[in-house]
């Protein structure tokens, strides 16, 4: 048995449920109904299948060989986002306000397609020669709530020992066929703030009367567009975006208090620490200057994610292997966005993968209520999955050092 054999009566199951969980979207710590469907999934391939890591995570655990060999973990994200679906497709979301609109509905069913494709191939075929350990690791909120940060601090990697770990996002703008692998940075970290700056309030009429909050926070919007600009070296990516500017709820009242949001975005850990202090100096000198109190609460979210150099090799080589090397990108600049597949890429050596997804065509890109998941890419999904196993699996690894 081989892989092109298997695919044509796989691929259809695959993109099934895929559509299917498309339709039952969970947010962060929900996914019951999910992790169900990939538990009884995994367990009808024989696999031994664990429940309930970081809440409603789920892992499988295939033996290749002796299993005294490597032994690899491959990581797929299962939570939706909270954003009504304005698809009007037969499987679009079925729950208002929720929605699979980052494609982890397809990140889960590739693994599965691969956890399948595998298990089947064990022992022969396209796998002869490998002994090993795969783990697919299928793991709650990804989105904002860190699943993969709590998975980490219970214990995955004492559970499941791995030597590397690999993840892959699926990646609109990149023409399907197509893989983005890089070392270094390729997921920023990102980091969050409220600042709350109280004055006095008073009648707009008579602003002498009063401190204001407005003014003073808009000083601070303005302000802040210098950090970066101006106090990080011009050679460093950082991001400092306020998202959020709430004061006030009358023509005729100066309010007493303005409340400000945003985000922070970079790739190395001390400019989180360069950044904040950036910030809290400015916040200082504001209040200083327009005579109100500012309080500045910053709050760290995940950290950078660092593809370690021989992980992204074997990526690579798994890829070319596929579409040949001319289809896999080594050097596109890293993304804004954040991923906690960083914290599982900080307990072992890791690579995060993007997979293109073909044209974002009419506003068609991650996080939009028009998004969907491109169901053509699941046939070559599955094969880089398996293709990385074998890679890493293999006692000869010849091709790779080639």
């Not at 796998?127 to 989105?143: K, S």
């Not at 994610?305 to 896999?328: H, M, Q, S, W």
């Amino acid at each position: 048995m081989n892989l092109d054999l298997l695919l044509p009566d796989l691929v259809p199951r695959i993109a099934a449920i895929r559509r299917d969980i498309h339709a039952h979207p969970e947010l962060a710590f929900g996914e019951h109904r999910t992790a169900g469907v990939v538990a009884e999934f995994l367990e009808g391939l024989g696999l031994e299948v664990f429940r309930g890591i970081a809440r409603t995570g789920v892992v499988a655990r295939l033996v290749l060989g002796s299993g005294k060999g490597r032994s690899i973990g491959l990581r797929a994200d299962m939570d939706a986002l909270p954003l009504d679906e304005l698809n009007a497709f037969d499987h679009r979301s079925r729950h208002e306000g929720r929605m699979h609109a980052c494609g982890h509905d397809g990140h889960t069913a590739l693994l599965l397609g691969a956890a399948a494709a595998l298990s089947r191939l064990a022992g022969g075929g396209e796998l002869a020669g490998c002994d090993g350990i795969v783990h697919f690791i299928f793991q709650p909120a990804e989105e904002h709530e860190g699943g993969g940060e709590l998975m980490v601090q219970e214990g995955l990697f004492q559970r499941f020992p791995m030597e590397k770990v690999f993840g892959l996002h699926n990646w609109p703008g990149m023409d399907t066929g197509y893989f983005g692998i890089m070392d270094g940075p390729v997921m920023a970290g990102a980091d969050r703030f409220e600042i709350v700056v109280t004055g006095r309030g008073g009648h707009a009429a008579m602003p002498h009367q009063a401190t204001d909050t407005i003014v003073a926070a808009s000083a601070l919007v303005q302000a802040l567009q210098t950090v970066v600009a101006r106090t990080m070296d011009p050679q460093d990516a950082a991001v400092v975006s306020v998202t959020r500017f709430h004061a006030g709820h009358a023509d005729n009242i100066l309010p007493e208090e303005a409340v400000l949001g945003g985000t922070v975005r970079c790739f190395r850990p001390e400019l989180q620490d360069a950044i904040e202090v950036a910030i809290r100096r400015i916040c200082d000198g504001i209040a200083a200057a327009h005579g109100v109190s500012i309080r500045f609460n910053p709050e760290r979210g995940y950290p950078p994610t660092f593809n370690d150099p021989e992980a992204a090799a074997l990526c690579r080589a798994a890829a070319a292997a596929i579409v040949g090397e001319d289809k896999v990108h080594p050097d596109l600049k890293p993304s804004m966005g954040a991923e906690d597949f960083a914290y599982l890429a900080r307990a072992v050596p890791g690579c995060y993968v993007w997979l293109g997804n073909g044209p974002g065509v009419g506003g068609c890109m991650l996080h939009s209520p028009h998004y969907d998941f491109n169901d053509e890419v699941i046939p070559l999904g599955i094969r880089y999955w398996v293709a990385l196993a074998r890679h890493c699996l293999r006692a000869d690894n010849t091709e790779v050092a080639a």
